[in-house]
Every structure is written in C-alpha cells, then in structure tokens.
C-alpha cells in the first residue's frame, strides 16, 4: 500500500509524461501509452522512495521569496497592459511610416520612368481624346457619306 506522498508523486509523474510524450510527439492517435507511462510513474516512485526524507525536507521549507512578494492590484495591472499595448502600436505605426515612405518612392519612381517614356502614354481618359480626335480628323478626310456615317455614330 502507497503512502499519500507517494501516490502524489506517483500520479504527477505518470501525467507528466503524458505532456513529454504529447509535447515530444511520440504518442500516435491510436497508441496506448500507459504501459509507458506506468513505467516512468514506477520508476520516479522509486527514486522518491530512495530520498524520500531528502525530498521531505526540501519541500516542507517556508519559500524565501513569499515575504518579497508584492501583490499587483487589478488597476496596476491595466496601466502595466496599458503602457506595454502602446509601446506596441507606435512601433507598428513606425513601421507603417517607413512602408508608406518606402512605397512613395516607388510610386514617384514608376511616375518619373512613365514620363520618361517615348510617345503617348494612355489611360482610359487620354485614349478616348485620343480615339475621338482620330475619328473627327477621318470624317473631315472622307467624303459626305462618311461624314454621314460618322455623325451617326457619334
């Protein structure tokens, strides 16, 4: 019959190797990992069992630090969250100058090389100018049937 520590250790080591095989990978979908795990419980309730007052003792000492802990009330903690979200945000905001700065000069690049360019450069508006003049100039050139023709169309 097992003690209430050793059980103790025995369940928390059994369920710890659980989370190692878990984290690790090593269990499949339809595996039955308990022979495994009742394994390493058996071994780890050995190991207890060889230091057990060793372990006693550790465990049973008051915590050294429980006196230099300082709860954090709930508003301390919004104005912590608070501070850290801005830091945040202008960092981000940074970032979104430098890309806006960055795609700028692209733009202005892309401007300047277009201007560059030899002949018309067409966009929807400068095309139907540039259609419309085309076909105003052939109506003028052709005969009165196909100035006919072109008012029609028109």
């Keep these: 019959m097992l003690n209430r ?4 250790v025995g369940v928390t080591a059994h369920e710890l190797f659980h989370l190692l095989q878990w984290h690790e990978r090593t269990r499949k979908p339809f595996d039955r990992p308990e022979g495994h795990t009742v394994w390493a419980q ?3 309730a050995e190991k207890f069992q060889a230091n057990r007052e060793t372990l006693m003792a ?4 008051e915590s050294e630090r429980a006196d ?3 709860p954090v009330s709930g508003w301390q903690r919004r104005a912590t969250k608070a501070t850290e979200n ?4 202008q ?7 430098t890309k806006v700065r ?3 000069a692209r733009v202005h690049y892309y401007h300047r090389r277009q201007a560059a360019l030899p002949g018309p450069i067409f966009n929807q508006r400068s095309a139907s100018a540039f259609l419309s003049k085309e076909l105003d100039s052939f109506c003028r050139k052709d005969s009165k ?3 006919a023709e072109c008012q029609f169309q028109k």
């Excluded at 520590?5 to 103790?8: I, K, M, N, T, Y």
């Excluded at 801005?86 to 945000?89: A, D, G, K, P, S």
């Design 5 to 8: 520590e050793q059980a103790l």
């Design 68 to 70: 230099d802990i300082v």
């Design 86 to 89: 801005l830091e945040r945000w």
């Design 145 to 147: 049937r196909a100035a």
């Design 58 to 61: 550790e465990w049973s000492k």
């Design 102 to 104: 960055k795609l700028r």
């Design 42 to 44: 058996n071994q780890l």
């Design 91 to 97: 960092r981000k905001f940074k970032l979104a100058q």
